[in-house]
């Protein structure tokens, strides 16, 4: 039978999805203070995404940080894409997509 859902995500991705919030989480803490964030994982036939947004002080990334750069990196490993956009009231938005027949 085969796997649905996250069981049928590689454990390699699994992990590197974690590490990704992990190091989104401590941007929000460091640079936006934000009070509420929200976090959406979405798994689709052809991708696995997350959205996060947060109520935050908008910032936007110089992409000289470590934290950036780690990032883009594990994106990379899995042909990966990173969108950050702030809105006209505040907040900030991150959205992480990754093809599954790149890695499936």
Same mark, same amino acid.
């Given at each position: 039978?085969?796997?649905t859902?996250?069981n #049928?995500?590689? $454990? /390699? &991705? =699994? ?18 203070? #934000?009070?509420? $964030? /929200? &976090? =959406? ?29 780690n ?10 894409s ?23």
């Open positions: 039978m085969p796997q859902g996250w #049928a995500v590689p $454990v /390699e &991705l =699994q992990v590197e999805l974690y590490r990704m919030v992990q190091e989104l989480c401590t941007n929000i803490v460091k640079y936006s203070n #934000a009070t509420l $964030v /929200e &976090l =959406q994982l979405t798994k689709t036939e052809h991708e696995i995404s997350f959205t996060m947004e947060d109520n935050g002080a908008q910032f936007n990334y110089k992409g000289d940080g470590i934290g950036y750069r990032l883009q990196e594990r994106l990379k490993l899995f042909n990966g990173f969108e950050k956009s702030s809105g006209n009231n505040g907040g900030n938005t991150w959205l992480v997509q990754i093809p599954l027949k790149a890695i499936v």
